[in-house]
């Protein structure tokens, strides 16, 4: 894997707007179905958990990448979801997912209910360079609900390294009960309670207010940050929007939809 | 294939419609841009095909509006595993624009480019004999920009990220030339009937 962004593409598009550009990554363990036996689940909220599996031959992640896992029924039949990657690039043979577990849903409601260390799930990946963060470059990460999950693998990836590069994490849930990795967080995290909120802690959606200390004056780094955006639909947009009007660049805007 | 202990997964159902791997996403269209939704009016909206062809050309919104109507009726699959049946497109054939510029018989592949600058390549032979639209109308309304609108590619017989949304042209060339996403690990192709989803697949 190498950090570099790609060589410009031999067509450039003639466009008024700007995608941020891609990270290589390598792409030969996409292809390959893994098997990834549970060896750990660790309840974060009350609706989410942290699942812990070893996948011996891991080829290795950059923090922000994401996997595709499959479950597989005694009659073939097949269930495959994209999940985000949590724990840092450690080498050690483990990675960790957490899931929030969606109301009815056929791959997150047989980990809440079913799975139990030493079950067998199939997974691919790493995958998509787009999102991750090589812990190069200042990066402002902001997420809400299990969006938070490939922005902590790069939070834990810079604490693991010690690394010196800025880096600050805003993260949006609806009440400190549902917070993922409430207990881990340190100086770079800022959590946005939107319904309720510790005593003295206004409770509301994330906001320019929350912004611009990062965004203005001293707390802009040298350079600006690359600011990575993960969550629903409806966050993202609000996020980015917010991120544009306080003038991040557009083709610094990096946003991963969990759709 | 292991088999996952305990997993039942939903009732089977038989759709003769649904790809391998993909699953009935039903009233949900997910949005799965990388990059902010650009504001991006009609009367900012411009469509050019060029590269190798007679004559290139652009069109604007209104321009592009004089063209025989065209529909799609049908499906849709995202390589994130969803499908969508039944959605109701309007827009018109990229038969109709083509037909314009006169492509030369060099040309094999084109790159799609949005006004984000994305871009996706596709074989020709995907974008003609009314297989493929630019589309602004979706179920009798303006495509919403989250979507792609005020246009959008539309190549439905091909996984999603090939329909760029906010279409601003389509380059002709005589070879293959990866875009954004096939640069970053996905199949040059597409086709989700055979399950075409990373290269290599
Ligand atoms: C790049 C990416 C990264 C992601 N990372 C994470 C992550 O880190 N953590 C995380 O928790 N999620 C993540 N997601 C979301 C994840 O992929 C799944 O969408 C999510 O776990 C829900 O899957 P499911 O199988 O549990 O639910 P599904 O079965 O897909 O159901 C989702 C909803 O649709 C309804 N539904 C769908 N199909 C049917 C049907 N046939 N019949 C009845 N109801 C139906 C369900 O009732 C439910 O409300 C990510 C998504 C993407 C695209």
């Known amino acids: 894997m190498t950090d570099t962004f790609a060589a410009p593409a031999a067509f450039t598009p003639p466009t008024r707007f700007a995608v941020p550009g891609r990270i290589a990554v390598s792409n030969r363990s996409a292809a390959v179905w893994q098997t990834a036996t549970l060896t750990e689940i660790r309840r974060e909220t009350p609706q989410a958990a942290t699942f812990r599996f070893a996948v011996p031959a891991w080829a290795g992640h950059l923090p922000g990448q994401h996997l595709m ?4 029924a005694q009659d073939g039949y097949t269930a495959q979801r994209h999940y985000s990657i949590a724990s840092a690039p450690d080498d050690d043979g483990h990675i960790e997912l957490t899931l929030d577990h969606v109301a009815g849903g056929e791959v997150s409601g047989w980990f809440h209910t079913e799975a139990k260390p030493g079950d067998r799930v199939e997974v691919r990946g790493p995958l998509s360079g787009f999102f991750a963060w090589p812990g190069d470059r200042p990066a402002l990460l902001v997420g809400a609900g299990s969006g938070v999950v490939p922005l902590m693998s790069m939070v834990r990836h810079h604490r693991a390294r010690g690394l010196d590069v800025p880096l600050r994490l805003l993260v949006s849930a609806r009440g400190p009960e549902e917070l993922i990795y409430a207990r881990e967080y340190g100086a770079e995290t800022t959590p946005v309670f939107t319904r309720s909120a510790p005593r003295g802690v206004p409770a509301g959606r994330l906001a320019a207010a929350h912004l611009a200390p990062v965004l203005a004056g001293s707390g802009l780094p040298p350079g600006g940050w690359e600011a990575y955006v993960c969550g629903s639909n ?4 609000h996020a980015s929007r917010l991120l544009v009007a306080a003038g991040q660049p557009v083709d610094r805007i990096r946003i991963e939809r969990f759709g | 294939m292991n088999v996952t202990r305990g997993f039942t997964g939903r009732p089977r159902v038989h759709h003769p419609g649904l790809p391998p791997g993909q699953y ?5 269209w997910p949005v799965l841009s ?5 504001d991006l009016t009609p009367a900012d909206w411009t469509f050019r ?3 190798l062809v007679g004559e290139p050309r652009t069109w604007d919104w209104d321009e592009a509006h004089t063209l025989p109507e065209s529909r799609y009726e049908g499906d849709i699959h995202c390589v994130t595993s969803w499908s969508k049946f039944g ?4 827009g018109v054939s990229l038969d109709a624009f083509l037909a314009a510029v006169r492509p030369d018989a060099a040309a094999t592949h084109a790159v799609a480019y949005s006004h984000t600058g994305y871009t996706t390549n596709l074989p020709l032979a995907d974008l003609t004999g009314g297989r493929a639209w630019i589309a602004w109308e979706y179920d009798g309304r303006p495509l919403t920009p989250e979507h792609g609108g005020p246009a959008r590619l539309l190549v439905p017989h091909l996984y999603f990220w090939k329909s760029a949304k906010w279409i601003a042209g389509l380059r002709l060339l005589d070879h293959d030339e990866p875009g954004f996403w096939e640069q970053n690990g996905y199949h040059e192709r597409g086709n989700p009937w055979e399950e075409q989803r990373y290269s290599g697949d």
């Open chain 1, 69 to 72: 896992l499959r479950l597989i």
């Open chain 1, 234 to 237: 409806a966050f993202a947009e």
């Open chain 2, 24 to 28: 009935d996403a039903g009233d949900d």
């Open chain 2, 34 to 38: 990388a990059e902010v939704t650009p």
């Open chain 2, 49 to 51: 095909v060029d590269g």
């Open chain 2, 87 to 90: 959605v109701r497109f309007g």
